[in-house]
């Protein structure tokens, strides 16, 4: 039976999304789980695949159009059965009769295979316009590029940012991350930049923040951690942040007040555990999500998280990558800072703010010993949680951390 293809939600707060490109064409066989297209929202460039199997019968969006959320963009079915009664918007039909096949609307030449019977894709979309990926296209724009002068080495000739750098080495040219020394340069909002900052006024505004600081024991985890990466090669080893989402996702299951998210009248109080992870982008700041992380060992937390960065610099991530999280942990220990407080990511109730390990003295009874210490701040929101509960969670989270045996057991 066949099967419309809408434009996903990617996000509470997503209205609309850019198709950018086709990556199965008219006629081609699609199994389930396979990409069909791209799309940019306001965070990334995001792969739909397909939810069930059979035939790409009709594209209803063509490329570079930006649809909102729930839009037809495709029909997938069988060969040879008839789609006309599906409900499709007028407008989408009439888009798609460019380009649909099949005995029930136009079959390819005998001996043909159907996916001949759409071109593949140059480089260039509508209008002329050069496709590249959303980070391709700042690099290009920080350093005065034309991207039409790139070439591609992305799917469909795609111009990525590794195709980006290698023409401004070829040039002679350095990467320019902002601008030049004494002058003034006005650089457009970015979507995602744009989308971080409705996102975070609408928290600032509408959720009534609290914070509660505290100043942790890290020496027993910095050891664990030490001792367990003698023992992985140097690609798999892992970080602080790993065992901090560890922490965090044990540390939830006894309050379910802070994983949870307000709808309306009602608090929903999640049955799964997703902790969101910010991730830094030259674009700004994306959160990837690893899914039930309270039954994930710290190594397949380190692994997963491993990947969904990398798929989140190079801007091309899937739906479940970015949607979902429950709970998110902001850690700018890389960045040598100490310690701050971030702002809730709606419409979660809490997130966690991370500093750096810092090697400090502490008072042992009475002598004065070296020490390594960790700030955390969490930050919850009182419409759906209070002080005590947030307390008694940072004490169960503290436990973890000081006594880190309990996150490999």
Do not use: C
């Amino acid at each position: 039976m066949a099967t419309v293809v809408n434009m996903p939600k990617l996000g509470f707060d997503m209205a609309e999304g850019t198709l950018i490109r086709w990556v199965k064409a008219v006629g081609d066989t699609v199994n389930r789980g396979e990409v069909l297209a791209e799309i940019e929202t306001d965070k990334a460039t995001v792969e739909v695949e397909a939810l069930d199997s059979g035939t790409l019968r009709r594209q209803l969006v063509t490329e570079g159009t930006a649809v909102p959320v729930g839009t037809a963009i495709a029909v997938i079915g069988s060969p040879d059965e008839s789609i006309d009664a599906l409900p499709v918007p007028a407008q989408a039909a009439a888009q798609a009769k460019q380009t649909s096949t099949g005995p029930a609307d136009q079959p390819a030449s005998a001996g043909q295979p159907a996916a001949a019977a759409m071109p593949a894709a140059p480089a260039t979309g509508p209008g002329g316009a050069v496709r590249a990926s959303p980070l391709a296209r700042r690099l290009a724009q920080q350093n005065a590029m034309d991207l039409a002068a790139v070439s591609g080495t992305g799917p469909g000739g795609r111009v990525t940012r590794k195709d980006v750098l290698a023409a401004l080495s070829a040039s002679g040219a350095s990467h320019v991350p902002a601008a030049k020394p004494g002058v003034t340069e006005r650089v457009p909002l970015t979507k995602l930049r744009a989308a971080i900052g409705r996102r975070m006024t609408a928290a600032k505004q509408q959720a009534p923040h609290f914070y509660l600081t505290a100043d942790l024991d890290a020496s027993g985890l910095m050891s664990l951690r030490q001792e367990a990466n003698a023992f992985l090669p140097e690609a798999e080893r892992l970080s602080v942040h790993d065992f901090i989402v560890r922490a965090a996702a044990l540390s939830l299951r006894d309050f379910p007040a802070l994983n949870a998210s307000l709808d309306g009248d009602s608090i929903v109080r999640h049955g799964e555990i997703h902790i969101g992870n910010a991730v830094a982008l030259e674009s700004g700041l994306l959160t990837v999500v690893v899914r039930q992380a309270d039954g994930k060992s710290v190594q397949e937390i380190s692994q997963e998280l491993k990947a969904l960065a990398a798929r989140a610099r190079e801007g091309k991530v899937h739906p479940e990558d970015i949607e979902g999280s429950t709970f998110t942990v902001s850690n700018l220990g890389m960045f040598d800072v100490d310690e701050f407080t971030a702002i809730i990511n709606p419409p979660e109730a809490a997130i966690l703010a991370v500093g750096a390990v810092r090697e400090v003295p502490v008072v042992d009874g009475d002598r004065i010993v070296p020490g390594k210490r960790l700030k955390v701040t969490l930050s919850a929101d009182h419409r759906v949680t209070d002080g005590a509960e947030a307390a008694r969670w940072l004490q169960v989270f503290r436990k973890y951390i000081e006594h880190p045996v309990g996150l490999i057991l």
